[in-house]
């Protein structure tokens, strides 16, 4: 069972919207925060958008006012909503949560999903 499943990559037009969503299935421990990065060819992984079981969230200066990160805590999902698209948003996007458990906090990442903004 993965611990994480991500959906909603593909390729998209300059200016158009992409919604990621992210499941926890096999997680175990209570999530306290989840949230998405990005790594493109030849760069670091970035931090894209995260938010908190709370709902406090944080974005990127570069994707500020064009995504928005939600989540459902109930369904341990979070989403992004990708809108304004550009070519520098290419890259393999990551879900990430964190979890508390009893002793420890987990730390979890999804296999990846692809999105190219074609220009």
């Known amino acids: 069972q993965p611990q994480l499943v991500e959906s909603g990559g593909g390729l998209v037009q300059a200016g158009g919207s992409v919604r990621l969503s992210c499941a926890a299935p096999?997680?175990?421990?209570?999530?306290?925060?989840m949230g998405w990065y990005r790594q493109a060819p030849g760069k670091q992984r970035e931090l894209v958008a995260q938010i908190t079981s709370g709902g406090i969230t944080n974005y990127a200066n570069s994707v500020k006012g064009r995504f928005t990160i939600s989540r459902d805590n109930a369904k341990n999902t979070v989403y992004l909503q990708m809108n304004s698209l550009k070519p520098e948003d290419t890259a393999v996007y990551y879900c990430?949560?964190?979890?508390?458990?009893?002793?420890?906090?987990?730390?979890?990442w999804g296999q990846g999903t692809q999105v190219t903004v074609s220009s």
């Open positions: 990430h949560a964190l979890a508390d458990g009893r002793w420890r906090t987990y730390d979890y």
């Open positions: 096999g997680i175990i421990g209570s999530i306290n925060a």
